[in-house]
T-cell receptor, first 111, second 114 residues
Framework: NAGVTQTPKFQVLKTGQSMTLQCAQDMNHNSMYWYRQDPGMGLRLIYYSASEGTTDKGEVPNGYNVSRLNKREFSLRLESAAPSQTSVYFC??????????FGSGTRLTVV | AQSVTQLDSQVPVFEEAPVELRCNYSSSVSVYLFWYVQYPNQGLQLLLKYLSGSTLVKGINGFEAEFNKSQTSFHLRKPSVHISDTAEYFC????????????FGGGTRVLVKP
């Protein structure tokens, strides 16, 4: 099925460990995004990529890095995980103003 | 910078009753407006969007929303809810001059009771 695929779905990390969240879309969208969702705070933008080869910081970029590997793939890396990064992470893609297509999320717990 | 306020964090409603979810935004420039729904343990799905034209926008699953520029609001309504409408609903705004980045409200959790 066409859409946005995120891996893994669940992850538990120890403080200080690193990991990469993977995201791929097969809709040929130019723009891709990483958001985190925390209770009562809605979704907050971490990083986005308006097109292949470009990335920009969003509202809460500290502690994260991203790579737009090609048009399909946009990964999010936590270099040294902290308990404050416990959250649900969503990847999304879009084309023009048609709205976002979201992945099913990665539930990350940092202990 | 733009911001979005969803005035109700939770809305309990009986099955077949109407529901209204309130959303207000702040922006000094023209905006695009969206409503998304999130069912438990899933990603977000687009319900409807306002880009231009008619201020009454119809979406999927019988939902509609009305853009009110003077009140900077974009309230979501459904005349008769079903148990399956139990979910969290997010209002979001995008500023036309700032690319396609969305700013989300805090969400409204709708619980439909039989």
């Amino acid at each position: 099925n066409a859409g946005v695929t995120q891996t893994p779905k669940f992850q538990v990390l120890k403080t200080g460990q690193s990991m990469t969240l993977q995201c791929a879309q097969d809709m040929n969208h130019n723009s891709m995004y990483w958001y985190r969702q925390d209770p009562g705070m809605g979704l907050r933008l971490i990083y986005y990529s308006a097109s292949e080869g470009t990335t920009d910081k969003g509202e809460v970029p500290n502690g994260y890095n991203v790579s737009r590997l090609n048009k399909r793939e946009f990964s999010l890396r936590l270099e040294s995980a902290a308990p404050s990064q416990t959250s649900v992470y969503f990847c999304a893609s879009s084309e023009a103003w048609n709205g976002y297509t979201f992945g099913s999320g990665t539930r990350l717990t940092v202990v | 910078a733009q911001s979005v306020t969803q005035l109700d964090s939770q809305v309990p409603v009986f099955e077949e009753a109407p529901v209204e979810l309130r959303c207000n935004y702040s922006s000094s420039v023209s905006v695009y407006l969206f409503w998304y729904v999130q069912y438990p343990n899933q990603g977000l799905q687009l319900l409807l969007k306002y880009l231009s034209g008619s201020t009454l926008v119809k979406g999927i699953n019988g939902f509609e929303a009305e853009f009110n520029k003077s009140q900077t609001s974009f309230h979501l309504r459904k005349p008769s809810v079903h148990i399956s409408d139990t979910a969290e609903y997010f209002c979001a705004v995008s500023v036309r001059a700032a690319g396609n980045k969305l700013t989300f409200g805090g969400g409204t959790r709708v619980l439909v009771k039989p």
